[in-house]
C-alpha cells in the first residue's frame, strides 16, 4: 500500500513526519531516474521504524529527504510541523542542527579528532560555552558506553565504538529525529545487537523517534514496525 | 575561536604536505622582506630627496667634469639660495672590494646644504681647521672600525696626486650620524681645497652642482634658467631635481626596483599555484567530511568560511614565520658588507605583507572554498 502507511497501535501519538505524494527524480545527462513516486508516509513521535528494500529501491533517499538533505522533486515533506521544503538553505541548516541526528553506515567520523571532539562537533553551532559543550559531549559518550574511550581517535577505535560515537554525535544536541542510514551495515553480529540496543534504549528510555535504513531483517526486526520500499513505493510486505 | 582546532585539524591531516607548503609560503615571504630591504638600500636617497635641492650636472654624462666658474654664476640666478659643489673620487680602501662613495666638497657650505648630516659642533671645527681632514659616516666608520684622529688611506682609480701617487692620506676628524633612519652614511666627504691642490689634472673641475633653491615649487622653472646660462657653452648642464639624479645614478646598476619586483612576483605566483593546489587537494579529499559537516547543520557559507580559514592559516603561519625571519636576517647586516646606504625593512613593507598574506590566502583558498559551499550533501555522501 502506498497510503497504508500509518502505524496501527500509535494513533494516539502525535505525528512528527509527514511524508505527502512525493517523487524524486534523478537525472543522469538526458536520462530521467525516477526514485520515489507518489510517496506517502507518517511516522509518530516516538515511533522506531525500519525502511527496508532492495538496493536503488530509493531508501536512503527517502531519509535524506526526511533528514533535509536533498529536497523532493515533488511533493511535500514536515517534520514537526514545519515544512521543510519552503526553508532557505541556511535556515535548513539551523533546523538539521536543532531536530535531526544523522547515523551513517560508515560512521564519518573526523579521523583527526578525537571521540570527544567529534562528538562536540554539533555543539559548535550551538552557543554553549567551551565548559558546556565538553560536558554535553561527555554525558552523550557515557550514554553510549564510551566515556572512557573519549580521548581516542577514531583509528583507535573498534568499528562498533565508532558507530557509538557517531551516535553520540548524532544525540548530543537532543534532535527531535534520529536518522540511520545502515547503522549495523558495516559491522559484525555481535557489534551490530550492540548499536540495535543503543538505538532500541534510545527510543525506549529517551523517547527518540528513529527511522533506520537497513537491508538486515535481523535489525528491522528490533524496531517497532518495517515498511518495505517497492518501486518507488511503501508497502507493509517486502517485494516478492 | 571555537573553530580554531577544527581549522587546525584540517591542516594536520597531511602533515608534511601542510609543513612543505608553509616553508613554501615561509622561504617566499623571507625573500621578499630581504630584497624589501636591499631595494630600500637602493632606492632610500630617492626618498630622502631634498625637495628644495637641484643637481646640476654636464648635459653629456655625469663624468665629464665642470668648470668651478659655474658656482658663481649658478648662485646669481634668481631663486637660487645657495650652490656647493662635490666631485666622484672613485677610492677603495685597503682592497678594491671595499668601495664606498668620496667626495671633495667645501665643508662650511656643505654642512649647510646637508643639515641632514649630524655633527657635532667640535668636529665641524675640527674640519674646517684640518686640510686633510675627512667626515666619514657612522655606517662607514663602524664598517671599517675606524674612529676619530685615524689616519687612512684611500686609492683612488680616478685621481693620481702631482707625483703620480694614488694613495691619497686622510685624517678622521668627524663621524657624522643621520637625521632620520635612512639618511645615508656610509659617505666620505673630505676638503676640495686639499683635492684641488693635490691632484695631477683637472684643476678648476667638478663633478656636479647641489643646488638649494628658494621655493620647491619652481624647480622646474630654475632648472631650465640654470641650463639655459650655459646653453651653447663648451659645458652645457642637465639640471634635475636630486631625487631624480640619484635615481639616475643607481639605474646604472639597471632598474634594481623593477628586477626586485620581478623576482618576488615570480616567486608569489609560484607560491599561489602551490597553495592552491594544498587547498583543492585539501577539500577534494575531505568531499564526504564537508557532507557530514553541512548535514550536521553547518551552512554553506559556514563551511565556504572553514576552507578559507585554513587557507588563511596557512598564510598567516608561513608568511608570518617568514616575515620574522626575514626581519631576523636583515638585522644581521647587510650582505655587502656596509656598502649599501641603509638596509632595513620599511614599515609600509610589512603592510604590503600582511596585504599579499590575505591576497595569497583568498587568492589560493576562494575556489575549492566555493566548491566546498556548492558541495550537495546527498551527492557527496554518495561518493
Redesign the interface.
Known amino acids: 500500500m502506498n497510503a497504508a502507511v500509518q502505524p496501527e497501535r500509535q494513533h494516539h501519538q502525535e505525528t512528527l513526519v509527514r511524508v505527502g505524494n512525493v517523487d524524486k527524480v534523478f537525472h543522469r545527462g538526458s536520462e530521467e531516474i525516477h526514485v520515489l513516486g507518489g510517496l506517502d508516509l507518517e511516522v509518530p513521535q516516538g515511533d522506531f521504524l525500519a525502511l527496508m528494500g532492495p538496493s536503488g529501491s530509493g531508501k536512503s533517499t527517502l531519509l535524506n529527504l526526511i533528514g533535509g538533505l536533498d529536497k523532493p522533486s515533488q511533493g511535500t515533506v514536515e517534520v514537526g510541523g514545519q515544512d521543510i521544503g519552503r526553508l532557505s538553505g541556511r535556515r535548513l541548516a539551523a533546523w538539521r542542527a536543532r531536530h535531526v541526528g544523522l547515523v551513517f553506515q560508515f560512521y564519518n567520523l573526523l579521523p583527526v579528532l578525537t571521540a570527544q571532539q567529534n562528538v562536540e562537533l554539533p555543539l559548535l553551532l550551538t552557543s554553549l560555552s567551551r565548559k558546556e559543550r565538553k560536558s554535553h559531549a561527555a554525558t552523550a559518550l557515557e550514554i553510549v558506553g564510551l566515556g572512557h574511550r573519549a580521548g581516542h581517535y577514531p583509528r583507535q577505535l573498534s568499528g562498533g565504538e565508532q558507530q557509538r560515537t557517531g551516535i553520540a554525535r548524532a544525540v548530543v544536541s537532543d534532535p527531535t529525529l534520529l536518522l540511520c542510514d545502515e547503522p549495523t551495515g558495516d559491522l559484525d553480529r555481535k557489534s551490530g545487537d550492540e548499536i540495535l540496543d543503543l538505538l532500541q534504549a534510545l527510543n525506549r528510555q529517551h523517547g527518540k523517534t528513529i527511522i533506520m535504513v537497513t537491508h538486515d531483517v535481523h535489525a528491522a526486526a528490533q524496531a517497532s514496525r518495517t515498511l518495505h520500499l517497492v518501486k518507488g513505493k511503501l508497502s507493509m510486505e517486502p517485494e516478492q | 575561536m ?2 580554531f ?2 581549522l587546525w ?2 591542516l ?2 597531511k602533515k608534511l604536505r601542510t609543513v612543505l607548503t608553509i616553508l613554501s609560503i615561509l622561504v617566499a615571504f623571507v625573500l621578499f622582506a630581504y630584497l624589501s630591504a636591499i631595494h630600500t638600500g637602493f632606492s632610500i636617497g630617492v626618498e630622502l630627496a631634498g625637495q628644495d635641492r637641484l643637481i646640476t650636472r654636464h648635459k653629456v654624462s655625469l663624468i665629464q667634469l665642470l668648470p668651478e666658474a659655474h658656482q658663481e654664476e649658478i648662485q646669481r640666478i634668481e631663486g637660487v639660495e645657495s650652490v656647493i659643489h662635490m666631485t666622484w673620487f672613485g677610492g677603495t680602501y685597503q682592497k678594491p672590494s671595499n668601495f664606498f662613495a668620496q667626495m671633495p666638497t667645501d665643508p662650511e657650505p656643505f654642512l649647510d646644504m646637508f643639515p641632514e648630516y649630524i655633527i657635532d659642533d667640535e668636529e665641524r671645527r675640527s674640519w674646517l681647521e684640518t686640510r686633510t681632514g675627512a667626515m666619514v659616516g657612522s655606517k662607514l666608520a663602524e664598517r671599517f672600525g675606524w674612529k676619530v684622529g685615524d689616519r687612512v688611506p684611500i686609492d683612488s682609480q680616478l685621481w693620481g696626486q702631482k707625483d703620480g701617487n694614488r694613495v691619497w692620506e686622510f685624517d678622521i676628524v668627524a663621524v657624522y650620524d643621520g637625521a632620520e633612519s635612512g639618511t645615508d652614511t656610509t659617505q666620505f666627504f673630505f676638503r676640495y681645497d686639499y683635492f684641488d691642490e693635490a691632484r695631477g689634472f683637472g684643476d678648476g673641475l667638478v663633478g656636479w652642482y647641489t643646488v638649494r633653491i628658494k621655493d620647491p615649487g619652481r624647480a622646474a622653472e630654475i632648472a631650465r634658467a640654470i641650463d639655459a646660462q650655459f646653453a651653447n657653452s663648451p659645458n652645457e648642464t642637465k639640471t634635475e631635481p636630486e631625487g631624480a639624479f640619484i635615481q639616475g645614478f643607481a639605474n646604472q646598476m639597471g632598474n634594481i626596483g623593477l628586477i626586485l619586483t620581478l623576482i618576488v612576483g615570480a616567486v608569489f605566483f609560484t607560491i599561489l599555484l602551490v597553495t592552491a593546489n594544498t587547498m583543492a587537494y585539501t577539500v577534494r579529499e575531505r568531499t ?2 564537508l557532507a ?11 563551511v565556504l568560511g572553514l576552507v578559507l580559514g585554513e587557507s588563511f592559516m596557512l598564510s598567516v603561519i608561513g608568511g608570518g614565520i617568514g616575515l620574522a625571519l626575514g626581519w631576523f636576517m636583515v638585522s644581521l647586516g647587510d650582505p655587502s658588507g656596509g656598502a649599501l646606504p641603509s638596509f632595513y625593512i620599511p614599515g609600509r613593507n610589512y603592510l604590503i605583507a600582511a596585504a599579499l598574506i590575505v591576497a595569497l590566502a583568498l587568492a589560493a583558498g576562494s575556489l575549492p572554498a566555493l566548491e566546498a559551499k556548492r558541495l ?3 551527492d557527496a ?2 561518493r
Open positions: 571555537k573553530f582546532r577544527l585539524s584540517g594536520m591531516r564526504s567530511e557530514v559537516l553541512k548535514a550536521i547543520g553547518f551552512t554553506d557559507r559556514g550537495q550533501i546527498a555522501l554518495r
